[in-house]
């Protein structure tokens, strides 16, 4: 149990467009799910918290116009990168809350040309 | 800033017991350990996680020392599969909705040798 899917699992894009990037819990319904961002041999960091009808809270230092997030259901929150450019290129994983635990996606690899 | 300090790498040999420990000396009463890995390019993968006492599961033990300010994840019999980045991280003690949130350090990279 406590599953949770990205989508896609990779994705290569031109600067200047926008990719979607989905997080689905399968098998139980999140409240909440994070947004992570990771750089070759870097740690994760926090982008975002996202809240099932509300608003997301950002980390600082995050633009929230250029990463939305959408959280309109309890299994699904879409991160959107807009006019991605090349330093968005990066591995970015989610993660859903349940049962007072975090449980994380398998991450989406973004490059952009 | 992460609050917690491990060793950047480590090697074990394949089939012998991995002790990874972390440091965590400003760790507050109410807050857990906790242990995730990471193997390259997949999301983090929950291990184990504890407060004061030990903890094990079929995956690993957590030893925690009596004033808490360091732990040990011991993996019993290291596979090649466990090759990965591990994280210790410390939280609050859970206090509703998105209360939950883990900061990640670099954690240390263990190679297991065959």
């Known amino acids: 149990g406590a599953v949770v899917s990205q989508h896609p699992s990779r994705v290569i894009c031109k600067s200047g467009t926008s990719v979607k990037i989905e997080c689905r819990s399968l098998d139980f319904q999140a409240t909440t799910m994070f947004w992570y961002r990771q750089f ?26 250029k990463f939305l997030i959408n959280h309109a259901s309890l299994t699904l929150s879409t991160l959107t990168v807009t006019s991605a450019h090349p330093e968005d290129s990066s591995f970015y994983i989610c993660s859903a809350e349940f049962l007072n635990e975090q449980f994380f996606g398998p991450g989406t690899r973004l490059t952009v040309l | 800033d992460a609050k917690t300090t491990q060793p950047p790498s480590m090697d074990c040999a394949e089939g012998r017991a991995a002790n990874l420990p972390c440091n ?64 210790c991280i410390v939280r609050d003690a859970y206090s509703g909705a998105g209360s939950y949130q883990l900061t990640f350090g670099k954690g240390t990279k263990l190679s297991v040798i065959p």
């Open chain 1, 40 to 65: 070759p041999k870097k740690s994760l960091m926090l982008m975002a918290t996202s809240n099932e009808g509300s608003k997301a809270t950002y980390e600082q230092g995050v633009e929230k116009d």
């Open chain 2, 24 to 87: 965590h000396s400003t760790i507050s009463g109410n807050e857990y350990v906790y242990w995730y890995r990471q193997i390259h390019s997949q999301g983090p993968q929950y291990i184990i996680h504890g407060l004061k006492n030990n903890e094990t599961n079929e995956m690993a033990s957590l030893i925690i020392t009596e004033d808490r300010k360091s732990s040990t994840l011991i993996l019993p019999h290291a596979t090649l599969r466990d090759t990965a980045v591990y994280y």
